[in-house]
């Protein structure tokens, strides 16, 4: 079956520890997001990446890190410096902008999120 | 000003009625326009895309007015499973998608 795989489904974090969250996707999309949504919130976008060995800020990147190093990855890592990391994580991904395919297709597909709690 | 506002909500209606969602979007570049559903402590998943004729799926209608910048969603004949978070998202040119904060919906028995 095709899809997004995130694991674990919940992490707790020590104060000042960095902590991985892992994305897989072989739905062969070039494009990946990372969003974080808190309770009652919308997603906001941490980071996205349109292809390999690239990767952009999005609104809330500070206290985070990716990587993507292969096409069907797209690990985040939540760093000592992200203060309030207690949220509900979502990774996505999509087809690539720039490749001809009707527009209505360009459908975002999510994994089923991981759960991160501070101890 | 927000990329994308949505009603929250919530809206509380009684099984078999008739509700409708609005979505107003800021950027008049946008170019493609879903709803997505959202239940509790899950991942969002695709409802259905919005097209500017107009779409209908099952009790399920979206309509976009791409010169008010507006999107809906209606729902027909509410059923108990139809109770969930609504999101209204939309994209814009480099793959960037935006997405509202969400439209509760309770369905009633």
């Known amino acids: 079956d095709g899809g997004i795989t995130q694991s674990p489904k919940y992490l707790f974090r020590k104060e000042g520890q960095n902590v991985t969250l892992s994305c897989e996707q072989n739905l062969n999309h070039d494009a990946m997001y990372w969003y974080r949504q808190d309770p009652g919130q919308g997603l906001r976008l941490i980071y996205y990446?349109?292809?390999?060995?690239?990767?952009q800020k999005g609104d809330i990147a500070e206290g985070y890190s990716v990587s993507r190093e292969k096409k069907e990855s797209f690990p985040l890592t939540v760093t000592s410096a992200q203060k309030n990391p207690t949220a509900f994580y979502l990774c996505a991904s999509s087809t690539a902008p720039d490749r001809r395919v009707w527009l209505a297709k360009n459908i975002q597909y999510f994994g089923a999120g991981t759960r991160l709690s501070v101890l | 000003r927000k990329e994308v506002e949505q009603d929250p909500g919530p809206f509380n209606v009684p099984e078999g009625a008739t509700v409708a969602f609005n979505c107003t979007y800021s950027n008049s570049a946008s170019q493609s326009f879903f709803w997505y559903r959202q239940d509790c402590r899950k991942e969002p998943k695709l409802l259905m895309s919005v097209y500017s004729s107009g779409n209908e799926d099952g009790r399920f209608t979206a309509q976009l007015n791409r010169a008010s910048q507006y999107i809906s969603l209606l729902i027909r004949d509410s059923k108990l499973s139809d109770s969930a978070t609504y999101l209204c998202?939309?994209?814009?040119?480099?793959?960037?998608?935006?997405f509202g904060t969400g439209t509760s919906l309770t369905v009633i028995p």
């Open positions: 990446s349109q292809i390999v060995n690239d990767f």
């Open positions: 998202v939309v994209t814009q040119p480099g793959n960037q998608f935006y």
